[in-house]
């Protein structure tokens, strides 16, 4: 986690240094979570380049290893896929979806369900077209060790095991059991500097029901005040806070691939 007002402090204390003009808390709201979704979507094209980049053997410094732990603070495993179909309302990036089966649950209609005994089927992501084709194939046709599941748009999925039956939740005993779950990358939650107006002042308040952090690995906190000072130049029309953060940004890079 990166505190949100040390990120403003900075943020202010660098723009106002010559009096070059002022950020409202609302903008340097607006600026934050703008600098939070372009520091997280990095991550994505720095693992492309690093993918065939060896790492290093010092075990506090290896740029593969901190990008990991980077993106792991936003990963999410084993979650239950509602009702079978609807993908989590924060996913950004799908991994693993897979279907659950239970050993007592096709031993006996009326036994209890004990998840020790599950096991893990993962679901193979093909189109809609390749469905119309496996479906008449015997020998392509889905089992429930062997599932398939269709993407029907960002937020929905449809899972297919035996006898191409759509996977879904079943009830036992009256509660009704989840069968299909998924890993997933979550997108940032939307972060806010909370304040209260004293005496025609914006002053701090740190109450976790007006404040939201960055939720970002704390090395990221220079990463995020570089980004929100380059917007800021902009809103401001600033050229020089613009050129300032352009150039701590390179060197920042320059220093990350160094």
Known sequence: MVNIDTVYQRVIAIA?????????????????????IATFEQYFYDRNKLADTPGNSTEYSDADKLLDEKIAIFSLNDIQVGNGTALPGDIYRLGAVYYRENVEQWASNSATVNLN??????????????????????????TNKRPIYIRDNDNTIRVFGSNNTQLV???????????????????????EWGYDVVGEKALF???LNRTTHFPHHPSEETELVIKILELAGVTIEDQGIVQYGNTKEQQLAAQQKS
């Not at 096991?119 to 889905?142: C, F, G, H, M, V």
């Not at 509660?175 to 939650?189: H, R």
């Open 16 to 36: 106002n240094k010559e009096q070059r003009g002022y950020i409202t808390p609302l903008e340097y709201n607006l600026l934050a979570n703008q600098a939070s």
């Open 205 to 207: 308040n740190g109450n």
């Open 169 to 191: 939740p079943f009830m036992q005993g009256g509660t009704l059991v989840p069968v299909i779950f998924c890993n997933y990358i979550a997108q940032p939650v939307r972060v």
């Open 117 to 142: 005994d599950a096991r893990n089927y993962e679901a193979k992501l093909i189109s809609a077209k390749d469905w119309a084709t496996i479906q008449n194939a015997p020998l392509l046709r889905p």
